[in-house]
């Protein structure tokens, strides 16, 4: 499955973006999805996840109350709003799905084989 993450840019503290996430190649069903993220320096790191087909959701605790991690089944494409962004959220955000779901491994990098390219979110003060 090839992952096409979208929906990055410039915003400033308090402001949103939405992200996009579309699969090609397959759907989604059957996968998890995720939304990781990475700042200059930093380790990539879980931001929110999903079981497509249960729609079950997961968040990092560090973003939980001002993302939403949702799905379009039509368009087979996954969302990440960003809502209350704050300085500390800019990173590159990626998204990826695996056909391995466990619920403890939402959360981890390396439980997920397929990887989207990044997209830039700087959030500025």
């Known amino acids: 499955v090839q992952l096409q993450a979208s929906g990055g840019g410039l915003v400033q503290a308090g402001g949103f973006l939405r992200l996009s996430c579309a699969a090609s190649?397959?759907?989604?069903?059957?996968?998890?999805v995720g939304w990781f993220r990475q700042a200059p320096g930093k380790e990539r790191e879980f931001v929110a996840g999903?079981?497509?087909?249960?729609?079950?959701?997961y968040y990092a605790d560090s973003v939980k109350g001002r993302f939403t991690i949702s799905r379009d089944k039509v368009k087979n494409t996954v969302y990440l709003q960003m809502n209350s962004l704050k300085p500390e959220d800019t990173a590159v955000y990626y998204c990826?799905?695996?056909?391995?779901?466990?619920?403890?491994?939402?959360?981890?990098?390396?439980?997920?084989?397929?990887w989207g390219q990044g997209t830039l979110v700087t959030v500025s003060s």
């Open positions: 999903m079981n497509w087909n249960s729609g079950r959701t």
């Open positions: 190649g397959r759907t989604f069903s059957g996968y998890k």
């Open positions: 990826a799905a695996d056909s391995r779901i466990i619920l403890s491994t939402m959360s981890i990098s390396g439980q997920y084989d397929y």
